[in-house]
């Protein structure tokens, strides 16, 4: 018999070899036709797979992360198994679950796929599914392996599989297809109701720019026609709010291939917003006692080998620059971390002196593939809203907490209503990736599911997600059309102070180390303002807004009149622009409505005798007729009750 602990702490007894399904079926026969995958001890099993230990054990069904995952990584197999009857002799690469669907990279020869052709294999994926096929795992040797996908011609599968090691290799069956896999899969094709292949694009095979083009087919599935039904209205929406689309619109930022793919420039507006962004967190930090610091962009080489960044990302870093100066090796900053411990080091420090709370708008450059790359989400250069705490361990706790509290304000005031929350911890098998020890990750470890617990924060755990050097809580929003996105983050870290041999005197006169929490609310600006950009569709808080005025003169002769209004909001601080554009007003209306700026002024032959302003605002419509300096005072106040609320 094998002990199965269940997520509510109860413990039950099963026969070794029991499987997901049988212990989901001996709870309820409905649980048993919901579930699709199960956690056996913080990996992720199908449910016909047997349990042979003593095991923490969870149900993942549709709504979990975890199911949905099993999901899509057995329809992107349906997808293969497609593909494979429509064109003989396809050779397959990887065809993972994403969060938003599935993808496969196949190489189809000579044959070219279309966007034209997804109907016709999404018709033959749903006719696959009408036989219910089985998905049978079975774990292969890796000789057999390399004689049963070579003598299939499948040079793609060999080169994963000849670096694999023997006695961990599996494979999954479903129908006449076989792949190279670890799983998770669902037992069956058949909760696979609806089925939408989403686009085809070209991706270098395993990332490198060096290698094979294939042809990579994004899709969808989900267990009922009507989710997709939703899924797909909610696309329609996102191409609407795409934060690429509606940054041209605004004149926010810019690329350009001649600077250099993935290195947004910042135009007037988009600086001013992203200005009033660190404002807005400079205003916070200082309540929490936060200083201020500038790091150089680049680093010695010895930095970050010190730091142990350069070994985990050296290779996946900008080249080396090389000086004038013999064996003299430079970075381009690939973070700030490095930097802030230097300065701690700079001094002596007693334990009077902690916690130290340093922080930096600090920019960074890491090499993204080209693939990759993606607006504001996804760049070669951005900014953290960076900062790091060095602390006395019996400090950490407590810091913790004060960092939460920094981001729950962050959120509210972006009115990011839905947050999840995850504790990224290490791998419970594989060790390998992480330094430190084992000591102090346990209590880093701890430090967070503690904190969590005091403030009420209900956090899911993933094991194997922690940073190299430490745990972390990561903060995920859902956004106004319910996208989730990764932002804010906090990691406790006890390593960086001991590879960096940083030190305080205690009050026993002793040296001591001191613990890091690195912290970044927005993540990085360019990220947190495309994400807010989508989250709002362009139409930010009144505070935040580019333009908070547009001024409209019926006809020219009032364009001085208008001229005049702007610059008395001048003087309150208020952003106003003049439309003078020679158009009827009702095409001036609908023009800056577009444009999202909240309050529109109309001005005419009547508003200028009285020295008054006709008033409309974004989405209310009309607010009748009143003096500007009355409109000044009505906006101000609505500024300040949103920035006084935080």
């Known amino acids: ?150 003598d299939r011609g499948e040079t793609y599968k060999c080169e994963l599989i000849s670096e694999l090691e023997d006695g961990h290799i599996t494979t999954y069956t479903q129908g006449a297809f076989t792949d190279l896999c670890r799983g998770p899969h669902l037992m069956t094709t058949a909760p696979i109701k609806a089925i939408k292949l989403m686009s085809v694009a070209g991706a270098y095979w395993r990332g490198h720019e060096d290698r094979k083009m294939m042809t990579r087919i994004y899709g969808i599935t989900f267990p009922k026609k009507k989710m997709l039904d939703e899924y797909l209205v909610m696309v329609e929406e996102a191409k609407k709010r795409d934060h690429r689309k509606i940054g041209k619109e605004m004149d926010l930022f810019m690329f350009s291939d001649t600077v250099g793919k993935g290195l947004p420039m910042w135009l007037p507006k988009g600086t001013a917003l992203r200005l009033r962004l660190q404002e807005f967190l400079r205003r916070i930090q200082a309540r929490y006692d936060y200083q201020e610091v500038i790091t150089p962009p680049i680093g010695n080489k010895l930095l970050y080998i010190t730091s142990g960044h350069y070994a985990k990302y050296g290779k996946d870093s900008f080249q080396p620059i090389h000086t004038p100066e013999e064996g003299e090796e430079y970075f381009l900053k690939p973070m700030n971390c490095p930097h802030h411990c230097m300065i701690y080091k700079n001094s002596p420090r007693s334990y009077k002196d902690l916690p130290l709370r340093l922080a930096e708008f600090g920019t960074v450059c890491r090499y993204e593939q080209s693939g990759e790359l993606h607006g504001l989400t996804r760049v070669r250069s951005f900014t953290q809203d960076d900062a790091h705490i060095f602390c006395r361990p019996d400090q950490v706790k407590d810091e913790f907490l004060r960092v939460m509290d920094i981001i729950s304000i962050v959120f509210r005031s972006m009115d990011f209503a839905n947050v999840e929350a995850q504790i990224s911890l290490r791998d419970k098998v594989n060790r390998e990736k992480y330094i430190g020890s084992d000591e102090n990750w346990e209590r880093a470890e701890q430090s967070i599911i503690e904190a969590c617990a005091e403030k009420g924060l209900t956090a899911r755990i993933e094991y194997g997600e922690a940073a190299f050097y430490g745990p972390k809580l990561d903060f995920m929003v859902k956004d106004a059309i319910g996208r989730r996105w990764q932002l804010g983050t906090i990691q406790v870290d006890y390593n960086l ?74 003087q309150y601080d208020i952003r106003a622009i003049v439309d003078e554009r020679n158009e009827k007003i009702g095409r001036k209306i609908r023009d800056n409505e577009l444009k999202r700026i909240p309050y529109m002024l109309i001005v005419g032959e009547k508003e200028a005798e009285n020295r008054e302003v006709s008033v409309r605002k974004q989405g209310e419509g009309d607010k009748g007729t009143m003096k500007f300096e009355e409109f000044a005072k009505i906006l101000n106040e609505e500024v300040q009750n949103m920035i006084n609320k935080w």
């Not at 002793?510 to 927005?522: D, E, L, N, T």
């Not at 990085?524 to 005025?549: C, D, N, Y």
């Open 1 to 150: 018999m094998i002990k199965i602990t269940f997520p509510d702490g109860s413990v039950r007894e099963y026969n070794e070899g029991v499987t997901g399904l049988q212990i989901a079926e001996s709870i309820s026969s409905r649980l048993a036709q919901e579930v699709l995958a199960c956690g056996v001890n913080g990996e992720i099993y199908d449910l016909g797979r047997p349990i042979n230990e003593d095991a923490e054990f969870v149900l993942y069904k549709w709504e979990d992360e975890q199911g949905k995952h099993a999901f899509w990584h057995t329809s992107a197999h349906l997808l293969a198994e497609a593909l494979q009857e429509l064109y003989p002799g396809i050779q397959f690469g990887i065809g993972p679950a994403i969060e938003n669907g599935f993808y496969y990279d196949v190489d189809p020869g000579e044959t070219t796929i279309k966007e034209a052709d997804l109907p016709i294999i999404e018709a033959k994926m749903a006719e696959l599914v009408a036989k219910k096929e089985a998905v049978i795992r079975e774990s292969i040797s890796k000789t057999d392996a390399l004689n049963k996908f070579g």
């Open 497 to 570: 102070p001991e590879r960096f041999e940083l030190e305080y005197t205690g009050a026993d006169n002793q040296k001591h180390r001191p613990v890091m929490i690195h912290r970044a609310p927005f993540g990085s600006m360019e990220r947190f303002v495309a994400v807010l950009i989508e989250h709002t569709a362009g139409k930010f808080p009144l505070w935040l807004t580019p333009e908070q005025v547009a001024i409209l003169p019926i006809s020219e002769k009032f364009n001085d009149y208008a001229q005049e209004v702007k610059k008395f909001l001048k």
